[in-house]
């Protein structure tokens, strides 16, 4: 169970930085 929480985790660890800025710059935009 860890092993597979720790992944989700990575991911969205990963990919949530990069969205936050484009969803901030969409809303500018």
């Known amino acids: 169970m860890d092993g597979i929480d720790?992944?989700?985790l990575v991911r969205v660890h990963a990919w949530f930085p990069?969205?936050?800025p484009l969803?901030?710059?969409s809303?500018?935009?």
Do not use: F
Request: proline share 0%; no cysteine; charged share 0%.
């Open 18 to 20: 990069a969205i936050v």
């Open 6 to 8: 720790g992944a989700i």
């Open 23 to 25: 969803n901030l710059l």
């Open 27 to 29: 809303s500018l935009l």
